[in-house]
């Protein structure tokens, strides 16, 4: 089944929904409540909305500005600029577009890897960092890692090969599948499940997925080879990490120390790769203990 991309996006209680020229690319995101800003930076298969939750418990003490990602959501979809430099290239974009100079940062997933990326690429505009489920830069393969990591990416493949990643994502197979088991209990209902799958139906938007998931290949690669064994991430930083993700092994998690003095990794036993779905409230207290209130 083939749809058309859903016209508008869904209501979240307390956010607008506005739209930026962020350096030529027409950007959507939600944006809600007063106070320092902080960054949502959303991963695969999600958008901007998964980040309600949030929202809701921290609206009060900051301004939230949760934006699609390019070709996800309701943000352009142009036929370049798959790979998390140009995310992170993005949302300084944006920032500026805002009149932002610095802002907090909460990504997941993919969001999570820009997170990194925003750190170490553009340090000046960021002040603190909160990653969920994303592996950060500085690991080192090992035969054990290789092992246990290569069986949970199996749908990274099906997601870049072309012709193939494109099919399964524009028919709804592989997000429906990602959404319905990697995660811990039932953290989406039904319909919340069908709305994600559908915002990936239209062509541009399969094929943008596809395009990342190439990046995904090539990254691996490179920082199998240390391409940031040398960069220092200087913001302070938390990586939250599901003891039970089915996606990314939590050594991946491991061996940041002389690479970033001021991350601190906490492991979080009973959830899975969805975290901010699973966890709300502890994603929304660690934000909070993180930032200040």
């Given at each position: ?172 197979w592989l997000s429906r599948n990602i959404l319905s088991r990697g995660n811990i ?107 200040g209130a």
């Amino acid at each position: 089944m083939q749809g058309t991309h859903p016209a508008q996006p869904p209501p979240i209680e307390g956010a607008e929904h506005r739209y930026a020229d962020a350096g030529g690319l027409r950007v959507h995101y939600a944006e809600a409540g007063e106070g320092p800003p902080v960054l949502l930076l959303h991963g695969w298969p999600q958008h901007h909305a998964m980040w309600r939750g949030t929202i809701g418990m921290l609206r009060d003490s900051f301004r939230l500005i949760a934006p699609d990602l390019r070709g996800f959501g309701w943000t352009e979809a142009p036929a370049h600029g798959y790979d998390c430099e140009v995310f992170a290239q993005d949302q300084v974009a944006l920032l500026d577009a805002l009149g932002i100079e610095r802002a907090d940062v909460i990504g997941h997933d993919w969001g999570g890897w820009t997170t990194f990326l925003l750190g170490l690429q553009h340090p000046v505009r960021v002040r603190r960092l909160l990653v969920c489920s994303a592996p950060h830069p500085w690991g080192r393969p090992s035969p054990r890692l290789v092992m246990r990591q290569l069986p949970k990416i199996w749908y990274t493949l099906a997601a870049a090969t072309p012709g193939l990643g494109p099919a399964l994502l524009r028919n709804g197979w592989l997000s429906r599948n990602i959404l319905s088991r990697g995660n811990i209990g039932t953290p989406f209902t039904p319909e919340e499940i069908e709305a994600y799958v559908d915002s990936f139906r239209a062509p541009e938007r399969a094929l943008a997925v596809s395009h990342l998931y190439r990046y995904y290949q090539r990254v691996f690669a490179q920082g199998a080879r240390g391409r940031w064994r040398k960069s220092r991430l200087q913001a302070p930083t938390r990586l939250l990490f599901g003891e039970r993700d089915r996606y990314l092994d939590p050594l991946l998690a491991e061996g940041f120390e002389g690479n970033a003095e001021e991350m601190a990794l906490e492991l979080v036993p009973d959830s899975g790769h969805f975290i901010v779905d699973e966890k709300p409230e502890l994603v929304a207290e660690r934000a909070r203990q993180l930032f200040g209130a």
